[in-house]
T-cell receptor
Framework: EDKVVQSPLSLVVHEGDTVTLNCSYE??????LLWYKQEKKAPTFLFML????IEKKSGRLSSILDKKELSSILNITATQTGDSAIYLC????????????FGQGTRLTINP | DTEVTQTPKHLVMGMTNKKSLKCEQH?????MYWYKQKAKKPPELMFV???????INESVPSRFSPECPNSSLLNLHLHALQPEDSALYLC?????????????FGSGTRLTVV
């Protein structure tokens, strides 16, 4: 059965700190890994990663995939209170080609 | 239009009621999904429609009945629900299987069953 595990489950830091969120997976015929940010309602898309070792960046956020280690990290630098949210990692495997399997999420709290 | 629109945003229903959740997208996506999210849990897949045909049913109870009238619309018909069915119901869409997996989620319907 496909499985995604995120760590830590919860993280509290001060504004300005840098954080690293982890995602590891076991999935049949891996296709891609996605990161989402969820505040009060729907998850909002951050990154899609398909190739190992290529960093994707968007402002203060960046992410990279390591297919050898079956994992990905999401970095947020110079954190702001608006970064407080649940960050979800999800993977797509060819067996369930259209099915996202989500990790439990990391609840990130940024204190001023 | 780069959005997935869900209605209603909130719904309270009794266990004997029949109601429907609606989802609409105009991005030309040919795959549409229903997810259920309980509090403090990740979304769980319920149904996948691909080219208006049901392609995945994750063993969802028959009190949930999906319908895809056309490529832009997805409904979820609810009947005789239980209080434990209370959750956030998320609709999503993407390009068809084998293409771009840039899923777009709607803002969800917060369902409460009383």
């Amino acid at each position: 059965e496909d499985k995604v595990v995120q760590s830590p489950l919860s993280l509290v830091v001060h504004e300005g700190d840098t954080v690293t969120l982890n995602c590891s997976y076991e999935v049949t015929n891996f296709r891609s890994l996605l990161w989402y940010k969820q505040e009060k309602k729907a998850p909002t898309f951050l990154f899609m990663l398909t190739s190992s070792g290529i960093e994707k960046k968007s402002g203060r956020l960046s992410s990279i995939l390591d297919k050898k280690e079956l994992s990905s990290i999401l970095n947020i630098t110079a954190t702001q209170t608006g970064d407080s949210a649940i960050y979800l990692c999800a993977v797509v495997g060819i067996q369930g080609a259209q099915k996202l399997v989500f990790g439990q999420g990391t609840r990130l709290t940024i204190n001023p | 239009d780069t959005e997935v629109t869900q209605t209603p945003k909130h719904l309270v229903m009794g266990m004997t009621n029949k109601k429907s959740l609606k989802c609409e997208q105009h991005m030309g996506h040919r795959a549409m999904y229903w997810y259920k999210q309980k509090a403090k849990k990740p979304p769980e897949l319920m149904f996948v429609y691909s080219y208006e045909k049901l392609s995945i049913n994750e063993s969802v109870p028959s009190r949930f009945s999906p319908e895809c009238p056309n490529s832009s619309l997805l409904n979820l018909h609810l009947h005789a629900l239980q209080p434990e069915d209370s959750a956030l119901y998320l609709c999503a869409s993407s390009q068809a299987a084998g293409k771009d997996y840039g899923y777009t989620f709607g803002s969800g319907t917060r369902l409460t069953v009383v």
